[in-house]
């Protein structure tokens, strides 16, 4: 028997062997999982970057990975480019690739053997942008060894200090201001907050207490140093320095790591840098060496926290996004002092490069919503900004260079409401200004200097000087498209007279690709609306807390949104699969058109759900929506939600949203036999209630239960006493889908799977066909 035994145990390696073969060789063409990134560029993809970023997804066990990129499927070995040794499964060559088709692959050795994936198609445009990954080396020598040597070269110093009152007045007096005000606060040290566990079932509750009041201190020790490379003068300098040294004495691995919870270890790796870059000759010898051994253990913590994830695989987490910006400009900050300064920018550049953002693409959308939009763009753009100082070209990325039009479109001037995302209920205020004010200057583009303008935005921030720019001549936006789709993130913003804010009306249409997760929501096929300044249909509830109560089983839930319940049931809250898709986009001038499809948001609770929403410009939309049920019959609930209470006619089949001068009539035309029912308040209500003003929430049910449905609805808005103007709209008979008149103009949509639609004289084989008076 031990013979037998002995003899199998000689044959263990191989069978060990051949499992471990057997098990990753399919694996090297597996699809992602939940939370990581797919191969990149994808099958067929055209490629708008040049050379592209290519990434894979990782392998355990894998030794070391190979890159093979070729003009033939074959990979022959003449003409195949090969590289091996890659240490990460991100590659980006560092020149330009000749246009045209390509193939690509990844392979890994492990135990003394090669192995390669299947060939990936792409294709590189004839006009992709040139963005070859740059030599850290490179750029580090750009960096002077002095300083200040963030965003502030010794000779524009001098020039500010010179001429306080010139060119640059504008950056100089509100820093100075602010400064002055730190000084007169008198302010005793922010306390370092104890362990974390102290905190008991109180914990999130206290955590955010502490990060909400340390940032505008933070702030205020930011502002001082800049002030003092301003003006030079010494007061702002020590108060800088003395809060700055006190952070120097935190515990690194404490209540303030990078490590959830993160908020206070962020905010001193992003002040903390640039503070100690500002104040460097007043500070000691001694206190320099401090300064330097902490916050390069900040940077590397938050290196660490980047590759324990991988972040190149699993990027889809806020806050180590949020850090990336901190981690290239702490670099930069502690580059020829501190060894591994290079290695953690050159990590953290390919991120920048490939992988980020994680919450965007090319079309520059943003799922996390416009809130969270300026908060990131607020931060990140100052590293794009220093790093096109040092002769890196990153804001040629195609997300960078399109952003903007998603500030642009989407936080529009005088909006009361955000839209989407957390902190949807907050207003478009001067950070959004001064997010396209940078936009503005960095692409000299006059239409986001327009919007800027009328916002309040201005130079802002550790940038101001770099983006100062009273020369660029803003450009009225009356001959750019009144809607844009940002198909990255599932976004339509629709405007109604983009030129004109007091008349405008602006209605978005979410359906997002990447879930319900994040700080976006079980929102999928949801609108909001605002005319002439006001909100009339809203994203209800108040972000006053992350991720419990109100917030968790409000907002984060379908029945906060303007979207359909089934049997009062929404979408799956907090998935990467409750997805939604923008399946269709037009823009004709004077009409536009736009699909989503929220079928996959339901979790097999519904066969489809389709929102077909047309604007005829520039106050009307006409919105049907598909819905059909997996078998057994269900109702259906239409939902809208207002900050005033409504009007409700049932027997009208109407209700009335009202705000201001401002009014939103919506007709409903199909089903009937609906249901009206108006509430007001929350299930559960906010944790400070004293801030969160009333709200109205409006359903129309089917009364019976039903296999599929179709809501038909037209939405009309106008001013306070234009309502006997309106023009009553109506269904008339057609075949193979619907035809609404409204006035003058006939809208004809064609349901999916009929050749055409017809009405009366009218044939038209196209989804939607809008016709003006005299055509029938």
Same mark, same amino acid.
Request: hydrophobic share 35%.
């Given at each position: 028997?031990?013979?037998?035994?002995?003899?199998?145990?000689?044959?263990?390696?191989?069978?060990?062997?051949?499992?471990?073969?057997?098990?990753?060789?399919?694996?090297?063409?597996?699809?992602?999982?939940?939370?990581?990134?797919?191969?990149?560029?994808?099958?067929?993809?055209?490629?708008?970057?040049?050379?592209?970023?290519?990434?894979?997804?990782?392998?355990?066990?894998?030794?070391?990975?190979?890159?093979?990129?070729?003009?033939?499927?074959?990979?022959?070995?003449?003409?195949?480019?090969?590289?091996?040794?890659?240490?990460?499964?991100?590659?980006?060559?560092?020149?330009?690739?000749?246009? &045209?088709?390509?193939?690509?692959?990844?392979?890994?050795?492990?135990?003394?053997?090669?192995?390669?994936?299947?060939?990936?198609?792409?294709?590189?445009? #004839?006009?992709? =942008?040139?963005?070859?990954?740059?030599?850290?080396?490179? =750029?580090?020598?750009?960096?002077?060894?002095?300083?200040?040597?963030?965003?502030?070269?010794?000779?524009?110093?001098?020039?500010?200090?010179?001429?306080?009152?010139?060119?640059?007045?504008?950056?100089?007096?509100?820093? =100075?201001?602010?400064?002055?005000?730190?000084?007169?606060?008198?302010?005793?040290?922010?306390?370092?907050? !104890?362990?974390?566990?102290?905190?008991?079932?109180?914990?999130?509750?206290?955590?955010?207490?502490?990060?909400?009041?340390?940032?505008?201190?933070?702030?205020?020790?930011?502002?001082?140093?800049?002030?003092?490379?301003?003006?030079?003068?010494?007061?702002?300098?020590?108060?800088?320095?003395?809060?700055?040294? /006190?952070?120097?004495?935190?515990?690194?691995? &404490?209540?303030?790591?990078?490590?959830?919870?993160?908020?206070?270890?962020?905010?001193?790796?992003?002040?903390?840098?640039?503070?100690?870059?500002?104040?460097?000759?007043?500070?000691?010898?001694?206190?320099?060496?401090?300064?330097?051994?902490?916050?390069?253990?900040?940077?590397?913590?938050?290196?660490?926290?980047?590759?324990?994830?991988?972040?190149?695989?699993?990027?889809?987490?806020?806050?180590?996004?949020?850090?990336?910006?901190?981690?290239?400009?702490?670099?930069?900050?502690?580059?020829?002092?501190?060894?591994?300064?290079?290695?953690?920018?050159?990590?953290?550049?390919?991120?920048?490069?490939?992988?980020?953002?994680?919450?965007?693409?090319?079309?520059?959308?943003?799922?996390?919503?416009?809130?969270?939009?300026?908060?990131?763009?607020?931060?990140?753009?100052?590293?794009?900004?220093?790093?096109?100082?040092?002769?890196?070209?990153?804001?040629?990325?195609?997300?960078?260079?399109?952003?903007?039009?998603?500030?642009?479109?989407?936080?529009?001037?005088?909006?009361?409401?955000?839209?989407?995302?957390?902190?949807?209920?907050?207003?478009?205020?001067?950070?959004?200004?001064?997010?396209?004010?940078?936009?503005?200057?960095?692409?000299?583009?006059?239409?986001?200097?327009?919007?800027?303008?009328?916002?309040?935005?201005?130079?802002?921030?550790?940038?101001?000087?770099?983006?100062?720019?009273?020369?660029?001549?803003?450009?009225?936006?009356?001959?750019?498209?009144?809607?844009?789709?940002?198909?990255?993130?599932?976004?339509?913003?629709?405007?109604?007279?983009?030129?004109?804010?007091?008349?405008?009306?602006?209605?978005?249409?979410?359906?997002?690709?990447?879930?319900? =997760?994040?700080?976006?929501?079980?929102?999928?096929?949801?609108?909001?609306?605002?005319?002439?300044?006001?909100?009339?249909?809203?994203?209800?509830?108040?972000?006053?807390?992350?991720?419990?109560?109100?917030?968790?089983?409000?907002?984060?839930?379908?029945?906060? /949104?303007?979207?359909?319940?089934?049997?009062?049931?929404?979408?799956?809250?907090?998935?990467?699969?409750?997805?939604?898709?923008?399946?269709?986009?037009?823009?004709?001038?004077?009409?536009?058109?736009?699909?989503?499809?929220?079928?996959?948001?339901?979790?097999?609770?519904?066969?489809?759900?389709?929102?077909?929403?047309?604007?005829?410009?520039?106050?009307?939309?006409?919105?049907?929506?598909?819905? #059909?049920?997996?078998?057994?019959?269900?109702?259906?609930?239409?939902?809208?939600?207002?900050?005033?209470?409504?009007?409700?006619?049932?027997?009208?089949?109407?209700?009335?949203?009202?705000?201001?001068?401002?009014?939103?009539?919506?007709?409903?035309?199909?089903?009937?036999?609906?249901?009206?029912?108006?509430?007001?308040?929350?299930?559960?209500?906010?944790?400070? !209630?004293?801030?969160?003003?009333?709200?109205?929430?409006?359903?129309?049910?089917?009364?019976?239960?039903?296999?599929?449905?179709?809501?038909?609805?037209?939405?009309?808005?106008?001013?306070?006493? $234009?309502?006997?103007?309106?023009?009553?709209?109506?269904?008339?008979?057609?075949?193979?889908?619907?035809?609404?008149?409204?006035?003058?103009?006939?809208?004809?949509?064609?349901?999916?799977?009929? $050749?055409?639609?017809?009405?009366?004289?009218?044939?038209?084989?196209?989804?939607?066909?809008?016709?003006?008076?005299?055509?029938?």
């Amino acid at each position: 028997m031990f013979a037998q035994v002995r003899r199998f145990a000689r044959f263990l390696p191989f069978l060990a062997a051949a499992a471990t073969a057997a098990f990753a060789e399919p694996r090297l063409d597996r699809s992602p999982a939940e939370g990581e990134v797919n191969h990149s560029p994808g099958d067929g993809a055209v490629t708008t970057v040049n050379p592209p970023p290519f990434v894979w997804l990782p392998l355990d066990g894998a030794e070391a990975y190979h890159l093979q990129v070729s003009r033939s499927a074959d990979f022959p070995e003449t003409g195949t480019i090969t590289v091996r040794d890659v240490d990460l499964t991100v590659y980006i060559p560092r020149h330009p690739m000749q246009t &045209g088709d390509w193939y690509w692959r990844y392979g890994y050795s492990s135990g003394g053997e090669t192995r390669f994936g299947r060939a990936r198609p792409f294709t590189i445009a #004839e006009d992709a =942008v040139n963005l070859p990954f740059p030599r850290v080396e490179e =750029v580090l020598e750009r960096v002077p060894s002095s300083r200040p040597r963030l965003y502030f070269s010794p000779e524009v110093i001098a020039e500010i200090r010179a001429e306080p009152e010139g060119r640059y007045r504008e950056i100089v007096e509100p820093a =100075v201001r602010a400064a002055e005000e730190a000084l007169a606060m008198e302010e005793d040290l922010f306390p370092e907050p !104890p362990p974390w566990e102290d905190f008991g079932e109180s914990l999130r509750e206290e955590y955010q207490r502490i990060f909400v009041s340390m940032r505008p201190y933070t702030e205020r020790m930011h502002q001082c140093a800049m002030a003092y490379l301003f003006t030079g003068d010494r007061r702002y300098a020590e108060e800088a320095r003395r809060r700055l040294l /006190h952070f120097m004495t935190w515990d690194v691995e &404490g209540p303030s790591s990078v490590i959830w919870p993160s908020e206070l270890g962020m905010d001193i790796a992003e002040r903390g840098p640039r503070t100690f870059d500002w104040i460097h000759d007043i500070l000691t010898e001694e206190e320099r060496a401090k300064c330097l051994d902490v916050l390069g253990k900040r940077i590397a913590q938050i290196n660490r926290l980047h590759r324990s994830m991988p972040f190149e695989s699993r990027p889809y987490s806020s806050h180590p996004g949020r850090m990336i910006g901190f981690a290239i400009e702490g670099s930069l900050a502690l580059a020829h002092d501190v060894p591994e300064a290079a290695d953690w920018l050159e990590y953290t550049l390919r991120l920048l490069w490939s992988v980020y953002p994680a919450w965007g693409g090319e079309e520059g959308g943003w799922h996390e919503g416009i809130g969270y939009w300026n908060s990131y763009m607020g931060r990140i753009m100052n590293v794009v900004v220093e790093l096109d100082r040092l002769g890196v070209p990153i804001k040629e990325k195609p997300f960078f260079r399109n952003t903007g039009w998603h500030g642009f479109y989407v936080a529009y001037p005088g909006r009361k409401q955000r839209g989407f995302g957390d902190g949807f209920e907050g207003g478009i205020s001067r950070g959004f200004g001064n997010n396209l004010y940078r936009f503005s200057t960095l692409y000299q583009n006059p239409w986001f200097r327009w919007s800027a303008n009328r916002i309040g935005g201005r130079p802002f921030g550790p940038v101001a000087a770099q983006v100062l720019d009273p020369d660029l001549e803003e450009k009225s936006p009356d001959g750019l498209p009144q809607s844009r789709l940002f198909s990255d993130v599932g976004l339509v913003a629709m405007h109604g007279d983009l030129a004109n804010p007091d008349d405008n009306v602006i209605l978005l249409l979410q359906s997002s690709p990447f879930g319900s =997760v994040s700080h976006n929501h079980a929102n999928q096929n949801a609108f909001t609306l605002d005319a002439y300044g006001e909100p009339l249909a809203i994203s209800s509830g108040f972000y006053q807390a992350y991720g419990r109560g109100h917030h968790s089983e409000w907002i984060w839930q379908t029945k906060a /949104h303007n979207a359909v319940l089934v049997n009062g049931e929404g979408q799956t809250p907090r998935s990467r699969r409750a997805v939604g898709e923008i399946t269709a986009y037009q823009e004709n001038g004077d009409w536009a058109y736009a699909a989503g499809d929220a079928t996959a948001a339901y979790d097999g609770r519904l066969n489809k759900f389709t929102r077909h929403v047309v604007f005829l410009r520039p106050d009307t939309f006409v919105m049907i929506d598909e819905l #059909e049920g997996p078998g057994e019959p269900a109702r259906f609930q239409w939902l809208l939600h207002a900050r005033s209470e409504m009007e409700l006619d049932e027997a009208g089949r109407t209700v009335v949203s009202a705000q201001g001068d401002a009014r939103l009539r919506v007709r409903f035309l199909e089903p009937s036999g609906l249901t009206f029912i108006q509430t007001s308040g929350w299930d559960p209500e906010p944790p400070r !209630p004293d801030r969160a003003p009333p709200q109205f929430h409006f359903t129309a049910s089917t009364r019976e239960a039903r296999q599929a449905t179709r809501f038909i609805t037209v939405l009309q808005t106008h001013r306070a006493g $234009d309502a006997e103007d309106l023009p009553e709209p109506r269904l008339r008979e057609a075949e193979g889908g619907a035809a609404v008149v409204i006035g003058d103009r006939l809208v004809l949509w064609k349901a999916p799977g009929a $050749d055409e639609i017809r009405s009366g004289q009218v044939t038209s084989p196209d989804p939607v066909t809008v016709l003006r008076a005299g055509v029938r």
